[in-house]
């Protein structure tokens, strides 16, 4: 990086730090760009991740050391020990996106499938490359098309073995995750309305429709369409706001 100037060699470490991509990847996808960082991420994020190359005996020893020594899975126990050797706390989203990466079924737990597959297509089989690969994983949530999906995913994830809905207090605490990492200014009013008026458990239309109103109608609600096909939840939402004078739409 000799022959590039203070402000290109920036604009690489600013990249690997956020990508977790090497040097010459980083080096290659901004000069595709013309230097310029948003242009960069959206050619990175375009292309498939080329897959390293894992140890299976690598994987598995990672795997063994999580695992519950009860039964073949790793539990709440080994996901905590997981953390701590991340140094991530548990509930930080990245761990959302670690658990879509690997395909989990349900929150607090993964098979060993899920784990090791998880993994090698990640292309880690150590901690340290665990720990390198965080950055890039936590980034993941600025893709739009990759926050949509780790979105829905979150809902059968996080949604308790063999019900059809989500329940209410850990839909709430999951909005209240997500949509700290794409700002919605009426997360709060939207989980006060639904302790208050609706108290009962989320179904997955609700859930993905959420995503689509926080996006598609602007912060004063002026676009919103009151005949539009949104959940009744949604409308019901909206009148809400109207009615404690959060929004005053004509």
Request: glycine letters at 4%; hydrophobic letters at 40%; proline letters at 2%.
């Amino acid at each position: 990086m000799n022959k590039l100037g203070r402000g290109q060699r920036e604009k690489i470490q600013q990249f690997m730090t956020i990508t977790g991509a090497s040097e010459k990847v980083s080096l290659q996808t901004l000069k595709a760009s013309d230097w310029h960082l948003e242009g960069a991420f959206d050619v990175f994020y375009s292309q498939p991740q080329i897959q390293a190359h894992t140890d299976s005996r690598h994987l598995e020893k990672l795997y063994n050391r999580y695992k519950d020594p009860s039964i073949d899975m790793i539990l709440a126990d080994g996901i905590s020990l997981l953390c701590n050797d991340l140094k991530v706390d548990p509930q930080d989203i990245v761990m959302l996106v670690v658990s879509w990466h690997m395909k989990a079924a349900t929150m607090c737990e993964f098979s060993r499938h899920e784990f090791v597959d998880g993994l090698e297509a990640l292309g880690i089989d150590s901690l340290e490359k665990f720990r390198e690969k965080i950055p890039f994983m936590r980034s993941e949530l600025r893709d739009e098309q990759k926050f949509r999906e780790i979105y829905n995913f979150a809902f059968g994830w996080a949604k308790e073995k063999g019900q059809k809905s989500l329940a209410l207090d850990t839909a709430i605490g999951m909005w209240q995750l997500l949509f700290a990492e794409k700002q919605w200014p009426y997360v709060e009013h939207w989980c006060q309305f639904l302790q208050a008026r609706h108290n009962k458990a989320i179904s997955r239309d609700t859930w993905s429709q959420l995503l689509e109103f926080a996006r598609a109608v602007d912060s004063s609600l002026s676009n919103y369409d009151a005949e539009g096909a949104w959940p009744y939840l949604i409308d019901e939402f909206v009148d809400y706001l109207k009615e404690n004078g959060v929004i005053k739409i004509s």
